[in-house]
Nanobody
């Protein structure tokens, strides 16, 4: 089992920045490196893909709506994945979730669909408002 805990959410003004963290733990997480993803869900909307990083850290992918503003990274020594969010907009307001996928295939591949992931955190709220 893998446990994922997000942190770093809060209220920020448009144009501001935040960095989300996702701390991973669990017996299996210490044995493998996982594909990690970030998703978000705004009120009344489906949960959508935001960003992902491959398990060998060689590849990243982003939703068109955040590309150039958000950056995903990983600190393997801390078992933590980050989502740096810059130039935030009101439409970025949502609950942000991190997710982990057990490595199965191409180490450089990223995944953008919810069913591709095996474990999920509880989410952290981001509100972008003046």
């Amino acid at each position: 089992q893998v446990q994922l805990v997000e942190s770093g959410g809060g209220l920020v003004q448009p144009g501001g920045s935040l960095r989300l963290s996702c701390a991973a733990s669990g017996r299996t997480y210490s044995r493998y490196r996982y594909v990690m993803g970030w998703f978000r869900q705004a009120p009344g909307k489906e949960r959508e893909f935001v960003a992902a990083i491959s398990w060998n850290d060689e590849s990243t992918s982003y939703a068109d709506s955040v590309r150039g503003r958000f950056a995903v990274s990983r600190d393997n020594a801390k078992n933590t994945v980050y989502l740096q969010m810059n130039s935030l907009k009101p439409e970025d307001t949502a609950v942000y979730y991190c997710a982990a996928r057990i490595p199965r295939d191409n180490p450089s591949r990223t995944y953008t669909r919810r069913p591709d992931y095996d474990y999920w955190g509880q989410g952290t709220q981001i509100t972008v408002s003046s």
